[in-house]
């Protein structure tokens, strides 16, 4: 069924939660994978589970793959809108012989499992209705009949070939009570369906492959490739989980991380070209193979990630930046609308903060009417001496001439200032910056002055003056 041997992938999240960091990486390599080879990328959301799967999960889903850019080519597709197709196909499947009607009940079925442990034996199904030709009630459900001989081999693209038993396969359900299939009938029907051609996800779902090899083998279906792709986990090697920091994709983005950061983030969770590290996403389309995906699992690296952010953060230009920080801001309580001052802002700032939320926190200083003073860094130095070396420097700001209020003009203004009173440098921008900022870090002060702008930078010189007088500074 492929399209004249065009590649098509897919991502096939379960709607019950946000999505994850490797629900994320899964999507990212069958979307790169796709776009390698030119092919299709398909969304499809698997929401047979009526108890667990939500609308709002669905809608977290996509925006977390539209933020990061991962954007399909067809879907999204819901297997809820395609019961009549799983149903018929089942139904096809019980009249070849090759299914059947079961009515055993979940009791029934639970106790003979219970009864299998104890006696030390591994729990099937022990086939109490395969041969008793049922048809169709309310209470029956649809049971696959499993060869039981012989063994089904996983042609695996990243482990190689993995061999099952398949006297180890259960006569697995594969329609529910509620005429639901269950999720190995489903996802065979529509990957057959959708002619996906080739089926990469999580190695959790390896143990399934075998099944779902049968069941295509069963329906005539032409088996796709499969690539299981290891598990993400944490420093300590335990799966990957809350507690090793956050999971879902959209917490990233709350705490300032740009989309681009996290995609080159997942990418090399498993996947390497070399020793390379930044990729663009041209260069992640140019490259990307499942040969270079490893076998081992990958660890979680939290500080890796603030890494690459912090470079694309650097790389960003300054009017995306600002647009980025802009929501931050407003959750700050600045409501900023200057777009080229919020370029400028951020400009001083891209070389120092690692999430766009830290450079939001940053900057709020350029935004108020009062600068928020830490009361340390004012002990410290806006003091006695200090507190006339910052009134003196006002001063000297006030009377340079508009054209001369540049970067340059202003560092000759501190040197010459600190040449002349026998300071060091040091101790003069020190108060000068807290009574700019309110505290004793942040960007180069040229930058800052350049940025607020020469009256802005008197009113707060004078107000920071005046402020440490009244704290009893002087
Ligand atoms: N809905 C399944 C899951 O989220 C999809 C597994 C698959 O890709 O086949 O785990």
């Known amino acids: 069924m492929s399209e004249n041997g065009r590649i098509i992938t897919r991502f096939a999240p379960s709607p019950t939660g946000f999505l994850h960091i490797g629900g994320a990486r899964t999507a990212l390599f069958n979307f790169l994978y796709a776009r390698r080879h030119d092919g299709k990328f398909i969304l499809r959301i698997e929401d047979t589970d009526q108890l667990r799967s939500t609308d709002?999960?669905?809608?977290a889903i996509l925006d977390a793959m539209t933020w990061l850019g991962l954007n399909w080519d067809a879907g999204p597709f819901f297997q809820t809108q395609r019961l009549e197709i799983y149903r018929e196909t089942a139904k096809k499947l019980v009249a070849a012989g090759k299914a059947y009607y079961c009515v055993c009940q979940p009791e029934e079925l639970e106790k003979k499992r219970k009864q299998a442990l104890a006696e030390g034996r591994k729990p099937k199904y022990d086939g109490a209705c395969r041969d008793k030709s049922l048809t169709a009630t309310p209470d029956a459900v649809i049971r696959f009949r499993c060869p039981g001989i012989g063994a089904t081999v996983v042609g695996d693209m990243i482990k190689g070939p993995v061999t099952f038993n398949n006297e180890e396969l259960d006569d697995l359900v594969i329609m529910r009570q509620d005429g639901h299939p269950t999720y190995n009938?489903?996802?065979?029907?529509?990957d057959a369906e959708m002619a996906i051609t080739d089926v990469i996800r999580g190695d959790d779902h390896l143990n399934n492959t075998p099944r779902q090899i049968l069941l295509y083998e069963a329906l005539g279906y032409a088996v796709p490739r499969f690539a299981h792709v290891p598990m993400i986990?944490?420093?300590d090697k335990a799966r990957l989980s809350k507690r090793h920091g956050a999971t879902s994709v959209m917490a990233y983005q709350e705490m300032g991380y740009l989309p681009e950061a996290l995609v080159?983030?997942?990418v090399r969770l498993g996947w390497s070209h070399g020793d390379q590290e930044i990729f663009s996403l041209a260069e992640l389309?140019?490259?990307f193979d499942l040969e270079s995906v490893g076998k081992a699992p990958a660890v979680f690296n939290?500080?890796?990630l603030l890494w690459l952010n912090q470079h694309y953060i650097k790389e960003c230009p300054p009017e995306k930046l600002a647009e980025l920080v802009i929501p931050f801001w407003k959750e700050l309580g600045h409501e900023v609308t200057d777009r080229r001052l919020a370029a400028q802002v951020v400009t001083d700032l891209r070389e120092r903060a690692k999430t766009i939320k830290?450079?939001?926190a940053g900057s709020a200083f350029y935004f108020v009417n009062d600068v928020a003073f830490d009361e340390?860094?004012?002990?410290?130095?806006?003091?006695g001496d200090h507190i006339a070396t910052a009134e003196a420097s006002g001063l000297l700001f006030a009377s340079l001439a508009e054209e001369n209020y540049t970067k340059e003009g202003i560092e000759n203004v501190l040197r010459e200032f600190a040449v002349r009173t026998g300071k060091k440098l040091k101790d003069v921008a020190q108060p000068l910056r807290v009574a700019l900022t309110g505290t004793t870090v942040s960007p180069p002060l040229d930058s800052v002055m350049t940025t607020l702008g020469k009256q802005k930078v008197i009113e707060r010189i004078q107000k920071a003056v005046e402020y440490a007088k009244r704290v009893g500074q002087v």
């Open 264 to 266: 080159n983030y997942l």
């Open 302 to 304: 939290p500080e890796k």
């Open 233 to 235: 986990l944490g420093a």
């Open 358 to 360: 830290e450079m939001a």
């Open 185 to 190: 009938f489903a996802v065979v029907v529509d």
């Open 376 to 383: 340390a860094a004012v002990k410290k130095f806006l003091n």
């Open 285 to 287: 389309i140019a490259f």
């Open 56 to 59: 709002e999960s669905t809608k």
